[in-house]
Each structure stands twice: as structure tokens, then as C-alpha cells.
């Protein structure tokens, strides 16, 4: 090893340059990368289950397209998303099918002012408004598109509920549900519709799927 002193200034001072610039360097790609956005999160429901389904995804014609529909990421400048305490849940068309059914829920903006909806409720069978959940909540259904809806004031928004025979699943405790609790996306206040069916009691099984909000009444064919 050379001793210290026996190294030539001029090395000395390239070398201490050399560590500043790669400082610098390293300074600059940490300042560029933080200035990427973070990517866009996955809208979830407070109590909605991300699973995926037991059954096939159901495929329903697509309604209309109202004025009120709008692409995501195009929000309205001023529109705040829809709260429990501004909607009013009810039940809309309904169709049966070999071992399930298919219910349609409408949402009703029932506030003065437009709000706005995206991506999948919360909705699961409950004892009783403000009661306990019995069972899984419904798990996710793929088959209706992603999208930012603008709801005007007495507009509709709807969401596919699909029933299944809850004697169809292994190891289901069977037991009878009179109301659904329904989450509007990204809200915790909590909605309620008196509906009527068997589930299990145990929440390992999940019986019923639930599409993503879309514009309109609705269908259950």
C-alpha cells in the first residue's frame, strides 16, 4: 500500500471531484424519479370482497349511453362522488335462471346537486338495518366496465346482484337473510333494501357477485 502522503495532489483532487459528481448524478436520478405519478389505484368498496366470483362472469347488454356518462378520469370539475346520505337504494328488475338469480339494484341521487360513482358497492345480506352481516359479502363480477358516472340530481345509477343457490355450496350453513346492506363506492355510510333469499351463514362461502355501477335503471337480462 502507498502511504498517504506519497499520492500526488492532483489524484487527490480528481478523486474527491469524482465523488462529488457521482453525489450529484445520484442527487439528479433520485429528483427525476420522484417526480413520477403514482399509479392509479384500484377503487374498493369498504366492505366488498375483491375475490373473484364462484360462477362465470354474467353478460348483459349495455343500456343507453345517458348524458350523464362520462370516461374515467374526465370528472367534472366541482362533482364530489356520491354519499350514502345523498342516495336512495331500491330494488329494480329481477330475472331467475337455473340456480341463480339475478337482482338489479337501482341508485337514485336524491340530493339537490350532481355527484359522481365508480367501480363496485359493498354489498352484503345483513340481519336488519344497522344489524350484523351474516355470511360473505358479495365478491366481484368483472362483466360490467370500470366507469366514472355524473349522476345529476334524480339521476339513476344500477348494479347487478347475482343470487346463487346457496344449497349448491359445499359446506353451507344454510340460513335465511331478509335485508342487504349496499356500500355506494368509496363510502361507509351504508344503504338498506329489504330482499329476501337463503345464504350461508359461515362467511367462507360467498353466494352472491356484484357488478360495477352503470349508468341507468338497469336490466337483469
Known amino acids: 500500500m502507498i502511504p498517504a502522503p506519497l499520492i500526488a495532489p492532483h489524484k487527490r483532487t480528481a ?9 450529484i448524478m445520484v442527487g439528479l436520478l433520485i429528483t427525476a424519479c420522484s417526480t413520477a405519478g403514482p399509479g392509479q389505484a384500484a377503487a374498493q ?5 375483491a375475490g373473484s366470483a364462484a360462477s362465470p362472469a354474467v353478460s348483459r347488454p349495455a343500456s343507453a349511453t345517458p348524458s350523464t356518462g362520462t370516461p374515467a378520469g374526465s370528472t367534472p370539475a366541482g362533482a364530489p362522488g356520491c354519499l350514502a346520505s345523498g342516495l336512495q337504494a331500491q330494488l329494480g328488475a329481477a330475472q331467475g335462471t337455473a340456480g341463480t338469480i339475478y ?3 337501482v341508485l337514485t341521487n336524491t340530493s339537490a346537486s350532481s355527484c359522481t360513482l365508480q367501480g363496485y358497492p359493498g354489498v352484503s345480506f345483513v340481519t336488519g338495518p344497522g344489524g350484523h352481516e351474516i355470511g360473505a359479502p358479495a365478491a366481484r363480477n368483472p362483466a360490467v366496465a370500470v366507469t366514472l358516472l355524473t349522476l345529476p340530481a334524480g339521476g339513476k345509477a344500477n348494479v347487478l346482484l347475482a343470487v346463487h343457490d346457496a344449497g349448491a355450496f359445499g359446506g353451507c350453513r344454510l340460513t335465511s337473510a331478509d335485508w342487504l346492506r349496499i356500500y355506494p363506492p368509496g363510502d361507509y355510510g351504508s344503504l338498506y333494501v329489504q330482499y329476501k333469499a337463503q345464504t350461508c351463514a359461515n362467511r367462507a362461502k360467498s353466494i352472491t357477485t356484484v357488478t360495477a355501477v352503470a349508468a341507468g335503471a338497469g336490466s337483469a337480462s
Open 15 to 23: 478523486a474527491a471531484l469524482t465523488g462529488t459528481c457521482g453525489l
Open 45 to 49: 368498496s369498504p366492505s366488498g370482497s
Open 103 to 105: 337482482q338489479v339494484i
